[in-house]
């Protein structure tokens, strides 16, 4: 079972309870978009084989603003009660930030670097209360009625950005093995299977200031698609595997299968699991059947 360790010094040159949820009503796409077009989303959360879940996940519809967006997954650290307190706090941070946002008037992004740098502070500060220090990945996306993107994250939790059955960009963990994979020490591949996988450089909660990543997608398009999920997802799945399920199935459905092969592969010592999952398309699409995966 994978645990996660934290670095607060800088390195130098890291469905049997299954949850899942769809917005309703979906919210068509803005007519700088499309209107023949709409955002179907999903959720899903899972304890995974652990004792007590510590994953937060939402994905929130502006109350004024149609087709204003916010999706947020924090993974907490620290204890059954620390680590759940942080990754709440997160939540709680996003909803009363994005109540106050306007599309019209406000900065996107600058609203996901408050998200997290407000959460942050409110998790140092209750650390003192908690079983041990309380610490929670976070990756958020804020899509705006124009059909902008936004996201910001820090630690291993990741978004991914998808289009036609093809990745076109993730976020970049802040661990140890995110560190020697840009050196050039270690493949992709191997960094997945690396005695240190599970030590962050960076997440909301340390004793420095995190490292807040930030990214923007100009014009989502038709055949997008948008993946928030902690690392008890992305884990047990290649790139290729994401955007082929994801170009498949609808939402919910690639939710439900994403969780049931990680539970799979997980082989009874799997972490907690949460995902979102967004996708720009036609009003009705016929569902295909689940893809098969050479190994297993």
């Known amino acids: 079972m994978r645990k996660r360790r934290i670095f607060t010094f800088v390195l130098m040159p890291r469905a049997d309870n299954a949850r899942f949820s769809e917005p309703a009503p979906r919210p068509q796409l803005p007519a700088s978009m499309t209107t023949a077009y709409r955002l179907a989303a999903s959720t899903g959360t899972h304890k995974g084989d652990r004792e007590y879940q510590q994953d937060q996940v939402a994905l929130i519809a502006h109350p004024r603003f149609h087709g204003c967006v916010l999706g947020v997954v924090a993974d907490g650290m620290g204890g059954r009660s620390g680590g759940r307190k942080a990754a709440d706090q997160v939540m709680l941070t996003a909803q009363q930030l994005f109540d106050r946002y306007s599309p019209e008037t406000d900065d996107a992004p600058a609203l996901l670097d408050n998200l997290a740098r407000e959460a942050h502070l409110v998790i140092r500060l209750?650390?003192?209360?908690?079983?041990?220090?309380?610490?929670?990945?976070?990756?958020?996306?804020?899509?705006?009625?124009?059909?902008?993107?936004?996201?910001?994250?820090?630690?291993?939790?990741?978004?991914?950005?998808?289009?036609?059955?093809?990745?076109?960009?993730?976020?970049?963990?802040?661990?140890?093995?995110?560190?020697?994979?840009?050196?050039?020490?270690?493949?992709?591949?191997?960094?997945?299977?690396?005695?240190?996988?599970?030590?962050?450089v960076g997440c909301l909660g340390m004793e420095r200031d995190p490292p807040i990543a930030t990214h923007c997608i100009s014009q989502l398009q038709?055949?997008?698609v948008l993946l928030a999920c902690t690392d008890g997802l992305w884990h047990y799945f290649s790139p290729a595997e994401l955007a082929e399920t994801l170009a498949t199935l609808s939402p919910r459905e690639a939710s439900e299968f994403l969780i049931q092969k990680a539970r799979t592969r997980a082989k009874g010592s799997g972490d907690n699991l949460s995902l979102i999952v967004v996708k720009i398309g036609l009003p009705e699409q016929p569902a295909a059947a689940a893809p098969t995966f050479v190994n297993g």
């Open 126 to 200: 209750t650390a003192v209360a908690a079983e041990q220090e309380p610490h929670s990945t976070f990756a958020a996306f804020l899509i705006n009625p124009r059909g902008d993107c936004h996201w910001a994250h820090c630690g291993d939790s990741r978004i991914y950005h998808f289009r036609h059955g093809r990745m076109l960009l993730r976020t970049r963990d802040h661990s140890y093995v995110q560190v020697l994979v840009d050196r050039g020490e270690i493949s992709e591949a191997e960094a997945s299977i690396h005695p240190r996988s599970n030590v962050l």
């Open 222 to 224: 038709p055949g997008d």
